[in-house]
């Protein structure tokens, strides 16, 4: 008797465009409207995972909403690092902020520093946004992230469609 194989399904580009909109409503609790995810989804490439964070706090946010280019070199190449992160805003005025940092290191001794860093600027009362795209060294694939602001003080009346497709799909109940 032949082991039985079983056939995984291929997701259409549709399908996952419905489940990012599902976890992007279900992260933000609700908070951000049709028009705010739409622009959202149509600007991301759903062929790509990302990690979906939601920032309630300017402080985190900011350090989110950062260009950074870091490099460690040492004297043994095998121990040489780098860090290239680069976001792009997709909602909100976000001016980004940037940090870049180059270390050169003879053993254990750093010889040499660079340092430059500027923060994030945005308003505070406002959804914003951001991709996150980030190559470490030190990990064998890049990764994406979806970063989200939602200020705090900000009341939001969800849109009837979406209160439509929560009642479906009972996405707060899972």
């Known amino acids: 008797m032949q082991p039985q194989v079983k056939e995984f399904k291929t997701i259409t580009l549709g399908e996952r465009k419905a489940i990012l909109i599902g976890t992007i409503i279900k992260r933000t609790k609700g908070y951000l409207n049709k028009q705010q995810i739409e622009k959202i989804v149509n600007h991301m490439d759903l062929t790509q995972q990302y990690r979906i964070g939601v920032y309630e706090t300017p402080k985190k946010f900011s350090e989110k909403a950062m260009n950074k280019e870091i490099q460690i070199m040492c004297s043994?190449?095998?121990?040489?690092?780098?860090?290239?992160?680069?976001?792009?805003?997709?909602?909100?005025?976000?001016?980004?902020?940037?940090?870049?940092?180059?270390?050169?290191?003879?053993?254990?001794?750093?010889?040499?520093?660079?340092?430059?860093s500027q923060?994030?600027?945005?308003?505070?009362?406002?959804?914003?946004?951001?991709?996150?795209?980030?190559?470490?060294?030190?990990?064998?694939?890049?990764?994406?992230?979806?970063?989200?602001?939602?200020?705090?003080?900000?009341?939001?009346?969800?849109?009837?469609?979406?209160?439509?497709?929560?009642?479906?799909?009972?996405?707060?109940?899972?």
């Open 119 to 174: 923060i994030a600027n945005f308003s505070i009362s406002e959804v914003a946004a951001i991709e996150i795209t980030t190559d470490d060294s030190t990990k064998t694939k890049i990764q994406k992230e979806l970063a989200i602001y939602l200020p705090e003080s900000q009341h939001y009346e969800m849109d009837k469609e979406i209160e439509v497709i929560i009642k479906i799909f009972d996405i707060f109940n899972k």
């Open 76 to 116: 043994n190449m095998a121990k040489n690092k780098r860090l290239s992160q680069s976001c792009h805003v997709i909602l909100g005025d976000v001016e980004l902020g940037k940090v870049v940092d180059r270390t050169i290191m003879f053993g254990e001794t750093v010889s040499e520093k660079k340092s430059d």
